[in-house]
Every structure is written in C-alpha cells, then in structure tokens.
C-alpha cells in the first residue's frame, strides 16, 4: 500500500512541539491533502486478498442502491393513494344515491397504502442490512489501520519517543480511529446516496411534470448547500479552537497526573488547577462561540428551505386548479422535497465532522510517514550468538551533529567475563546500552556480537539474546506474575515462580495475600525500590538471554538494599556476558575488568586494584565516594544514638 506524504512533516512536528508550525496542526488540510488521506485509506476498504470482505463491500453497496431506489418510489405510491382516495370519495357518494355498492371503490386505496407501507419497511430492512454486512468491512478497516500506526511507532527509534508529547500523540491515534469510523458512516452511506437521490428526484420531476419544478428543486437545494458549507467552513474555526483547547487541556491533566508526586512535593495543586482550568476556559469560549454561529447556520438554512417549499407548492397548487395535476401530484411534490431536505439538514454538522475526520486521519496516517531512522538491512540475518563476545571497535556517535558523546571508544567483553563502565555523569555510558540495543545506530565504527556487526543482524534477534535491569525499572499497571512473564509472554506459572526466585523476591510474593496476583500500580508504585528491581531481575532471567546489561541498577537505592540486590546480580550473572553500567564503584570491584570514560573516551581501564594504584580518574572517583559513604554511615550512627 502506498502511503501518504503529503502534509506529514508538518503534522508530525505539531503533534511533538515544533513551536514554529505549533498551530498548524490545526488547520484544515487542503483539497489536494484530503484526496491524499482518502488514496491512502481506500485499500483498507478493498483489501488485498480479501475476497469475503471485497464481496460483503459489493453486496453493502446493492442494498445500498436498492434502498434508495425504494426510497424514491415511496412518494410515488403515496400519490396514488391519495388520488385514489379522492376518487373514491366522489364515486363513493354518487354509489350511495343510487344505492350501489362502495366495497370494491375502497380496495384500491388499501392495497396502496398496504404497498406504501411494504415499501417503508423494504428501505428500512435494506438500510440494516447494508450496515449489517458492511459492519465486517468497516471495523476491519479501522483494526487494521489503527494496528499498522501502532506498529510503526513502536517501529520508530527512541529518539522519536524521547520528543513525543504523549498526551498529543494519543489523542491523534484516538481521534483518526472515530475519524475513519465516522467517515465511512457518513460519507459513503449518507452524503453520496443522498446526492444520487437529489438527481433521481430531479429528473422525475422534469420528466412527470414541468423542467419548473426540477430546477426549483434543484437550485434550492444547490443554495442550500453552498450557503451550508459557507457558514460551516466559517464556524471551523470555533471547531479548530476548540480541539486546540481540548488538546492542551489533555497534554495538562495527563503531565500533571503522571507526575503527582512532584506535585504533591511543591504543594502546587492549586497551580496545576489554574493551569487546566485556563485550558478549559479558553475551550468554554470557543464552544460557546460554535453553539451561537450554529444557530445561525440552522435559521439560515430553515429559510431557504421555505422558500423552495413555497415555491413548488404554488407551482403545484397552480397546477390542480388549472386541472393539469391532482392532488395526489401537490402531494408528491411536497414530499419529495421534504424527503431530500431531512437528510440535508445534518450537511453542515456531517461536512464539518468529514473535514475533521479528514484532518485526523492526515494526522494518524502521517505517522506511517515517519523515518524509523533504524531499520533492518534487506538482507539481514538473525544473529548467531554462541559465545557472546562483545566489542566496542573505534565507536563515534552523537545525538546531536554540534555534540558529539562517543568519540572512538574500543573495548572488549569476552564470553562469560564481566566488564564494567564508569565515569562521572555525562561520559557516555548509558549511549553504551542504547547503542546495544539499536535504540540508535552508531556515527562511526561498529560493534560486534561474536564478530557480528550488530547493524546487520535483524533487531529482533539482537535483541532476544540481550537482557537488561535498567536502573528506572517502570512495570506496567498489572500483576507481579504478568510485570515477569513480560521478559518471556506466554511462560508457564512455575517458570515464572522459578525465575522469582533466582531473583530472591519469592518469598516476599508469597507472603503477600494476592501472591502472584498482586497488582504492583501505575509505573509499579505499589512497589518499594528494591521490590521493583527484584521483579526487574526475574523479567530478565526468565528471558534466558545470552548476554546481560546492568545499567545502573542499583544507583537509586539504599546501601542495605542494594548490597542485596548486587549479591542477586553477581549470582544470576556468573557464567554470563555482562556489561554492567555503575555509578557506585563498590559495585564493581569485582569485575573482570573496569573500563572508565571521560568525555566519550576511554580514560583508563583495568581492575580494581589496577586503577587504584594508577591513581587516575578513577582514583579520585573511588575517593570522593569513600568519603561520601563515610559521612553517611557518621549521621546514620549519629541517628542511632539516644537522645
């Protein structure tokens, strides 16, 4: 499926803060974008292989054609009815002068009106049947183009995600999902029919009556529609400023609801209600706005309708007087124009909510236009991994082009050894992981797994062999048993008890009174730090990888705590390749060999004793800490004291 290009540069950089294009997401986009968002939508409707869904779309649109043709008759019978009606009235009082029988005058009426009545029911019985079968096509279409924006931006790399603005994000992925489903309601079973019916409706009236009623009919309703979508696409802007408005005010509560602690820190509730409340009055007034230029839009839009009415009905009044109609053609007349203004009475709403769907859907599908920025080589393999070598061969990379964080770093983590990677903030370690895990491509050099360029092998496969404890563990909203069979979906139940504990948090689990079925909270705030890093581990054992990064897994807790947890990390890791990422260089007297950075180069490297006795960089590092942790066990045995 081709995809579209249109306007996503400027959609994308709306949705994640570009300030000079901050309002343009809003704009409507332009004839040329909306043909763009539709080429791009249709093979959704008309899938590739898809022989049931193209055979329900072709049945959905004989049901369709079918009811309006019926639709168009109704008026037709009606006429006759009344008619005949009339007729028998007249035929009915002479009969009963002359005391004749009236019962075979009334059978005709009857079977009309029965017929009318059929005929109701068959628009009806069609119109349900075309959106029953339709249905399948429908919310197919919309699954599989909301699962395809979905995967793409998991596809995309990590700096894309690091620039997002979540709340703005979600709520595109939200509005272009009701985008498509209000779009195939509206525009393919509403406003297309109902201008096939407008042209039907015309041509009877030319060919039954006089060319005076097509094009009384014909240009009220031209009028109707131009002065509908003059006014619509003037109260757009309401529209436009109202969805700015709900979109900050969404960005607000959802920014100020993740980060209620810090809330709760500065005491700034007040503050935060300030801020979402201007939001909503800014929204307030755009909606008042609206409400009032709709209501001009329906007066408007009542008038030109009367004057078409008045008009066809003179005609035909006209007409019975001079005997060239009945009364059943004056009848006719009236409800044919009736019929087709009820539909366009929701014009405006159902062409300003396309527009919208149609920027929305640009908004959504212009996420598919993204570069992943890391992608797979068309011939990448999966990675072999055996021994599970690393090395870092002459590795330069930079976020930015003006900054560059690596600049030729080389070293080696031979098969089942530990290295480790210190140096003060900024140096460059946690690039090190990122780089591993192709959440970025390196600038220059490469690394290797097993003598692999890790940019040849498929990211899947690299990252299957590679497990990691980061050291903000976040898990998800659900239960200790799902937070560790995320590192393995689909593990059995004891796999998962196994891999608790080798992490040593079983026994802390079962006390609990839901066991395994604990739920941990949002971003596992139910959880104590060391809790949270011991789930961390089990995810990663039960993983099974080959390879095993640490990344400062242990810099955010207490010194008992984390004494354990580093004992449960040198256990799980023996006999693994591990990379571990410290701060705290008591962490890591143990390791095969240390390796320190300094502005995105290697300074020194060696083990423990090694560096001490170099006294370096890391020398002076180890003894800022001792003096540290000097100090705090002072005050912590300080605190211990009786007053």
Request: net charge neutral; glycine share 8%; aromatic share 8%.
């Amino acid at each position: 499926m081709k995809r579209y290009t249109g306007t996503s540069r400027n959609a994308v950089r709306y949705l994640f803060g570009d300030k000079k294009l901050k309002n343009m997401g809003s704009d409507q986009p332009t004839a040329r974008a909306e043909f763009g968002v539709i080429k791009t939508f249709l093979p959704y409707l008309w899938p590739r292989g898809e022989f049931e869904l193209k055979t329900r779309v072709v049945v959905a649109l004989l049901f369709l054609v079918g009811a309006k043709v019926a639709n168009v008759y109704i008026p037709v019978l009606y006429k006759y009815a009344v008619d005949a009606l009339g007729g028998g009235e007249k035929a009915g009082a002479a009969a009963q002068s002359t005391g004749g029988d009236t019962t075979s005058l009334i059978v005709v009426p009857v079977a009309l009106i029965i017929g009318y009545g059929l005929v109701r029911i068959l628009v009806s019985a069609f119109g349900e049947m075309r959106d029953a079968v339709f249905a399948k096509v429908a919310q197919r279409a919309i699954r599989t183009s909301a699962l395809g924006v979905f995967q793409h931006l998991h596809g995309l790399s990590l700096r894309f995600h690091l620039d997002r603005q979540m709340g703005g994000l979600s709520r595109a992925i939200e509005r272009g999902v009701k985008g498509i489903e209000f779009l195939l309601s509206f525009m393919l079973f509403n406003i297309l029919p109902t201008l096939l019916e407008i042209v039907m409706v015309s041509v009877i009236l030319w060919v039954l009556y006089d060319v005076w009623f097509a094009l009384i009919t014909f240009v009220t309703i031209v009028i109707y529609i131009v002065f509908t979508l003059v006014v619509t696409e003037w109260r757009m802007k309401f529209r436009r400023e109202m969805n700015k408005r709900d979109d900050e005010a969404n960005t607000k509560a959802i920014d100020s609801l993740i980060n209620y602690e810090t809330v709760k820190y500065f005491n700034n509730e007040p503050h935060e209600a300030k801020r979402y409340d201007a939001a909503l009055r800014g929204y307030e007034v755009a909606a008042v706005q609206s409400q009032v230029s709709l209501s001009k839009l329906n007066v408007g839009q009542g008038a030109i309708i009367a004057v078409g009415l008045v008009l066809n009905m003179l005609l035909a009044a006209q007409g019975v007087k001079d005997g060239n109609m009945t009364v059943g053609d004056f009848v006719l007349v009236n409800t044919y124009l009736l019929q087709l203004y009820m539909p366009l009475n929701f014009l405006g709403f159902v062409y300003r909510q396309i527009k919208q769907s149609l920027t929305d859907m640009e908004r959504m599908f212009s996420l598919l236009d993204v570069d992943k920025e890391v992608e797979d080589k068309a011939d990448a393999n999966a990675l072999a991994c055996k021994d599970a070598a690393i090395r870092f061969e002459d590795v330069h990379f930079s976020y930015n082009p003006d900054r560059n964080i690596l600049k030729g770093v080389s070293f080696e983590v031979p098969a089942g050894k530990t290295v480790a990677v210190v140096g003060p903030s900024g140096a460059g370690k946690s690039t090190l992981t990122r780089l591993m895990f192709r959440f970025y491509d390196v600038s220059g050099g490469r690394i290797t797994i097993d003598g692999q360029d890790i940019r040849d092998v498929t990211q899947n496969s690299l990252r299957q062999e590679i497990g990691i404890v980061p050291q903000d563990t976040v898990l998800f909203n659900d239960t200790i048993a799902y937070n560790i069979s995320y590192g393995r979906p689909g593990a059995e139940h004891d796999e998962i008890e196994k891999a608790a504990k080798l992490a040593s948090i079983d026994g802390f689990v079962r006390a609990l009174p839901d066991g395994f079925k604990t739920m941990v909270g949002e971003r596992g705030l139910k959880l104590s730090g060391g809790e949270k890093q011991r789930v961390s581990i089990a995810r990663m054992l039960l993983k099974r990888p080959k390879i095993m990064i640490f990344d400062e897994a242990t810099s955010a807790l207490d010194t008992r705590t984390e004494k354990d947890i580093q004992q449960a990390l040198r256990d799980v890791s023996r006999g693994h390749t591990t990379l571990v990422i410290a701060h705290r260089l008591s962490t890591v007297i143990d390791a095969d060999e240390i390796i320190v950075l300094r502005d995105g180069q290697v300074a020194e490297r060696g083990r423990h004793q090694e560096l001490l006795a170099q006294e370096g960089l890391y020398s002076e590092m180890w003894a800022q800490q001792q003096e540290i942790r000097e100090a705090e066990e002072i005050l912590a045995h300080a605190g211990e004291k009786p007053n």
